[in-house]
């Protein structure tokens, strides 16, 4: 049963076809109505142009004896008697000749056998007859006036025989539109259905092309959207695989020195052994515990996708972050200065934009000049924000510039340094969740880096600077 009412296309076409079908017989209808009554308002000044009028003067247009205006007027009579019979029309439909050489009745419809017709050449008139309305339209030719009169039409009739007419053909059209339909429908699916048989017939893991061509110019889009799909998802799945492979990496080199140097502390009986064992092993610790910050971060900027919007003194959120850095960057003798409003009021997501701030003064006192210096900017211009940060260390090698912000990449002349490489990364996640751009220009004095990253907030009023 549940097969038999299943929603399907064909049957959808079926169904359209027959909640068309009223739609189209009212509309004809209706079309057929508005004609005969243009048809009647054009034979009420125009009847002797119209096809009864040039019937009639074209069957009395050569007779002169009244017997044969007689047969003929008959012959008219019955005719309209005959047709009037076969649709079951209510009402009457009459003629009267009068030859006007005599001024006498020639012939005249039993309907009206007793009563004189009064019509004008040039307008239709109305006269009742026996209790009926009847329309009288009258045609002079030299010899004869052709008096043809009708009862008012019945609307409920007229209307019923129009339409059971058009609803039996309409009914026999019927099927010779829906099997066409039907067969065009179910053979204009038959390229899906090899599409879904091509995709059920894959394995788990290929990812490649579908190779699948159709010959319908509509399906054409959606087998190249098949295919960009499975080639992204192919590139995502390789880069996945390598940031897997580069994770277990860079995690393995600091667990093994946790290992070593725990052992170490374990049997060192040496008080500066154990001292320098120690400090190893925190060193180590640390950085296990930097590159999952890192790799955490960079997860939750891919996975997250409903945004955090809150309004934020981003200025003060910036003199906070940079407080928690001063620490690391006393260590290493490097002055931090900062250049921002005194207020700065925003609606955007936190988290990403302490991302960027974190990681990117993070590189500059990591691979900074010692005894340098790093500055913040935090500026706003129209309806965007601008943060930087310079540096005047010894910058980015010309060889790692195209490649400074992938997963893991430190760069040639840093490998030894104590970074995770996913710094610049996140950086970059976090500007794209924000709409916004990176780019790197040359740092302070012309050395080293500056990292400027815009993105669109929604702006307070602006404040005074600091």
């Given at each position: 049963?549940?097969k038999?009412?299943?929603?399907?296309l064909?049957?959808?076409v079926?169904?359209a076809?027959?909640?068309?079908y009223p739609f189209?017989?009212?509309t004809l209808?209706?079309?057929?109505?508005?004609?005969?009554?243009?048809?009647?308002?054009?034979?009420?000044?125009n009847?002797?142009?119209?096809?009864v009028?040039?019937?009639?003067?074209?069957a009395?247009?050569r007779v002169e004896?009244?017997?044969?205006?007689?047969?003929?007027?008959?012959?008219?009579?019955?005719?309209?008697?005959?047709?009037?019979?076969?649709?079951?029309?209510p009402g009457?439909?009459?003629?009267q000749?009068?030859?006007?050489r005599?001024?006498?009745?020639?012939f005249?419809?039993?309907?009206?056998?007793?009563?004189?017709?009064?019509?004008?050449?040039?307008?239709?008139?109305?006269?009742?007859?026996?209790?009926?309305?009847?329309?009288?339209?009258?045609?002079?030719?030299?010899r004869?006036s052709?008096l043809?009169a009708?009862?008012?039409?019945?609307?409920?009739?007229l209307?019923?025989?129009?339409?059971?007419d058009?609803?039996?053909?309409?009914a026999?059209?019927?099927p010779?539109?829906?099997?066409?339909?039907?067969?065009?429908v179910?053979?204009?699916?038959?390229?899906?259905?090899?599409?879904?048989?091509?995709?059920?017939?894959r394995g788990?893991?290929?990812?490649?092309?579908l190779g699948v061509?159709?010959q319908?110019?509509?399906?054409?889009?959606?087998?190249?959207?098949?295919?960009?799909?499975?080639v992204?998802?192919?590139?995502?799945?390789?880069?996945?695989?390598?940031?897997?492979?580069n994770?277990?990496?860079e995690?393995?080199?600091p667990?093994?020195?946790?290992?070593a140097?725990?052992?170490?502390?374990?049997?060192?009986t040496?008080?500066?052994?154990?001292a320098?064992?120690?400090?190893?092993?925190e060193?180590?610790?640390?950085?296990?515990?930097?590159?999952?910050?890192?790799?955490?971060?960079?997860?939750?900027?891919e996975?997250?996708r409903?945004?955090e919007?809150?309004?934020?003194?981003?200025a003060?959120?910036?003199?906070?972050?940079?407080?928690?850095?001063?620490?690391?960057?006393?260590v290493?003798?490097i002055?931090?200065?900062?250049?921002?409003?005194?207020?700065?009021?925003v609606?955007?997501?936190?988290?990403?934009?302490?991302?960027?701030?974190?990681n990117?003064?993070?590189?500059?006192i990591r691979?900074?000049?010692?005894?340098g210096?790093?500055?913040?900017?935090?500026a706003?211009?129209?309806t965007?924000v601008t943060?930087s940060?310079s540096d005047?260390?010894?910058?980015?090698?010309?060889?790692d510039g195209?490649?400074?912000?992938?997963r893991f990449?430190?760069?040639?002349q840093?490998?030894?340094?104590?970074?995770?490489g996913?710094?610049?990364?996140?950086?970059?996640?976090?500007?794209?969740r924000?709409g916004?751009?990176?780019r790197?220009t040359?740092g302070l004095?012309?050395?080293?880096c500056?990292?400027?990253?815009?993105?669109?907030?929604a702006?307070?009023p602006?404040q005074?600077?600091?």
């Amino acid at each position: 049963m549940k097969k038999l009412f299943r929603a399907t296309l064909v049957r959808r076409v079926i169904l359209a076809l027959l909640i068309s079908y009223p739609f189209v017989w009212v509309t004809l209808t209706a079309k057929m109505l508005f004609q005969l009554w243009q048809q009647q308002e054009y034979d009420r000044t125009n009847f002797a142009s119209s096809s009864v009028g040039l019937e009639l003067q074209d069957a009395l247009a050569r007779v002169e004896d009244p017997t044969e205006a007689r047969i003929v007027a008959a012959t008219i009579d019955r005719q309209n008697m005959g047709s009037r019979r076969r649709v079951n029309a209510p009402g009457w439909l009459v003629i009267q000749i009068w030859d006007r050489r005599e001024h006498r009745l020639v012939f005249s419809s039993a309907a009206v056998a007793d009563e004189v017709l009064h019509g004008n050449p040039t307008l239709r008139t109305r006269q009742v007859v026996h209790g009926h309305t009847l329309q009288i339209f009258e045609i002079d030719t030299p010899r004869w006036s052709v008096l043809w009169a009708r009862s008012l039409i019945d609307t409920p009739w007229l209307l019923g025989a129009l339409s059971g007419d058009l609803l039996l053909n309409m009914a026999v059209a019927f099927p010779c539109l829906l099997l066409p339909a039907w067969l065009a429908v179910s053979h204009g699916l038959r390229p899906l259905r090899r599409l879904s048989q091509a995709i059920a017939a894959r394995g788990p893991d290929d990812l490649s092309p579908l190779g699948v061509v159709p010959q319908y110019a509509e399906l054409k889009p959606l087998a190249a959207a098949l295919d960009d799909l499975l080639v992204r998802l192919r590139l995502k799945m390789e880069s996945e695989q390598v940031f897997v492979a580069n994770a277990a990496h860079e995690l393995r080199t600091p667990l093994a020195v946790i290992t070593a140097r725990a052992h170490v502390l374990s049997k060192a009986t040496d008080a500066q052994e154990r001292a320098d064992a120690q400090l190893r092993l925190e060193a180590a610790v640390g950085r296990a515990s930097h590159l999952v910050h890192q790799l955490l971060a960079l997860t939750r900027m891919e996975i997250s996708r409903d945004p955090e919007v809150v309004l934020v003194d981003l200025a003060e959120l910036v003199r906070q972050e940079i407080v928690e850095f001063v620490p690391a960057a006393l260590v290493r003798k490097i002055e931090i200065a900062l250049d921002t409003p005194d207020r700065l009021a925003v609606s955007l997501e936190v988290h990403p934009f302490r991302s960027i701030l974190q990681n990117l003064l993070d590189n500059a006192i990591r691979y900074g000049r010692e005894g340098g210096k790093v500055a913040v900017g935090l500026a706003s211009r129209g309806t965007s924000v601008t943060l930087s940060v310079s540096d005047d260390g010894p910058g980015i090698a010309n060889a790692d510039g195209p490649r400074v912000f992938e997963r893991f990449y430190r760069g040639v002349q840093r490998n030894d340094a104590a970074g995770t490489g996913l710094g610049l990364t996140i950086v970059t996640q976090a500007t794209a969740r924000l709409g916004g751009d990176v780019r790197v220009t040359k740092g302070l004095y012309g050395r080293g880096c500056c990292f400027t990253v815009a993105i669109a907030a929604a702006l307070r009023p602006t404040q005074q600077r600091e």
